[in-house]
C-alpha cells in the first residue's frame, strides 16, 4: 500500500510537471465578475488583448455579475486549478468578506494571487449645480446640515463606498450612503444634482470632469491622478487617512501548480509593460502596476484585516 500510494504521488508529480512545460496550450477565460465597461474590465480586456498577442492562443473575457462581485469569484473559486480559468477582481476582493457572512468561497484560502494589475484613483466629484470647487467646500456645507447631504455610491462595500467612509471618518461629517447598482448610474445622478457627490473611478468621471458636466473637487488616492493633475488629493487638502487604493489584480484558484502561477505572472509583466498598454490604460488614468505573486498575497492579507476593520466601524452592512 504504501509502495502503491508513493507511485500514486510520483505520477501526480509528473503530470503536474508536464502540464505546467506545456501551459498554456488552449484558451483562458478571464471572469470579470462587474458589468462591462467597469474599470476592471476595461484592465482585464486590455491585458486578455495583449497577452493573446503574446502566447498565441485565446485570452477570453467574461463578465459574470451580482453580489459585489461575489457571484463571479465564487465560479473561479471553484474551478479547476490548472491556470485556465481566472478571476479579474478590484480591491473590493478584500472587502466582500466582511460583508457577506455567507460566501461560498474563503477569500484568504480559495485563491492565489498571481499579479496586481493596475492602480487608478476615485476622483471625488459633484454638480456645477452645487458650486463647490474643493472637498472642503462639500465638508463645510455638510457640517453645516448635519444628516442632510448624501455621497453615491457604486454599490456596498464597492471601492466607491469604501472611500467615501475613509473620508466621512477623516472629516468627521454625518452625511447619507446611497448605493447604486453600478458607476453609471451613480455618476448619473450625481451630475444631474440628485446626489451630493460620488467617489467615481477616474476612468468614468475623466469625461465627465473634462466637458464641464462635472466638478472635480479631490483626488481619493495617495497621490494626484496623471491625467487630472490639477486636481489635489483629499490628503492634501487636509484630511488625513481619507486616501483610498483602488486596484485591479488577478487570481486563480487554490491549488493551481506554482510553475503555472509563475509562468502567468511573468506573461501579464510582459503584457502589461507593453508601450500600446501602458499608453491605453495611461491615457484613462490607469497605471500599470505588476508585482510578484508574493507580494500581491500579502497586500491581500494586509487589506483583508484592514477593511474588516472600517467595516466594523462603519457599520456597513447588507441591506
Not at 178 to 201: C, K, Q, W
Not at 227 to 236: M, N, R
Amino acid at each position: 500500500m504504501l509502495l502503491r500510494s508513493m507511485l500514486i504521488a510520483a505520477a501526480a508529480l509528473v503530470a503536474t510537471g508536464a502540464h505546467a512545460q506545456t501551459y498554456p496550450d488552449k484558451a483562458i477565460h478571464i471572469i470579470v465578475p462587474f458589468t462591462a465597461g467597469s474599470a476592471t474590465d476595461v484592465v482585464a480586456r486590455t491585458l486578455a488583448q495583449q497577452m493573446s498577442k503574446n502566447i498565441g492562443h485565446p485570452v477570453v473575457v467574461e463578465n459574470k455579475t451580482g453580489a459585489g462581485g461575489t457571484i463571479g469569484a465564487a465560479q473561479v473559486a471553484k474551478s479547476a486549478p490548472d491556470g485556465y480559468t481566472l478571476l479579474a477582481n478590484s480591491s473590493a476582493h478584500t472587502v466582500n468578506p466582511s460583508i457577506y457572512p455567507k460566501l461560498s468561497y474563503d477569500t484568504a484560502k480559495d485563491f492565489i494571487a498571481v499579479s496586481l494589475l493596475a492602480q487608478q484613483p476615485n476622483i471625488m466629484v459633484a454638480s456645477p449645480s452645487r458650486g463647490w470647487t474643493t472637498a472642503a467646500d462639500y465638508v463645510k456645507a455638510a457640517r453645516a446640515n448635519p444628516g442632510k447631504l448624501t455621497y453615491a455610491s457604486a454599490g456596498v462595500g464597492s471601492g466607491t463606498h469604501m472611500n467615501a467612509e475613509k473620508f466621512k471618518f477623516s472629516a468627521g461629517i454625518d452625511t447619507v450612503h446611497v448605493p447604486y447598482r453600478g458607476t453609471p448610474e451613480a455618476l448619473s445622478d450625481t451630475m444631474n444634482g440628485r446626489t451630493d457627490i460620488f467617489f467615481a473611478p477616474v476612468i468614468a468621471a475623466l469625461p465627465m470632469v473634462r466637458d464641464g458636466r462635472a466638478v472635480a473637487l479631490a483626488s481619493g488616492s495617495e497621490k494626484r491622478s496623471s491625467v487630472l493633475p490639477d486636481v489635489p488629493t483629499t490628503e492634501e487638502q487636509g484630511f488625513k487617512g481619507s486616501a483610498y487604493d483602488f486596484w485591479s489584480g488577478l487570481f486563480a484558484p487554490a491549488g493551481t501548480p506554482p510553475a503555472v502561477i509563475a509562468r502567468l505572472n511573468a506573461e501579464v509583466r510582459k503584457a502589461l509593460e507593453a508601450p500600446e498598454v501602458k499608453e491605453r490604460l495611461g491615457a484613462l488614468g490607469t497605471d500599470v502596476a505588476p508585482t510578484t505573486s508574493a507580494d500581491f498575497d500579502k497586500k491581500v492579507a494586509r487589506e483583508l484585516a484592514e477593511n474588516a476593520e472600517l467595516i466594523k466601524k462603519a457599520g456597513i452592512k447588507i441591506q
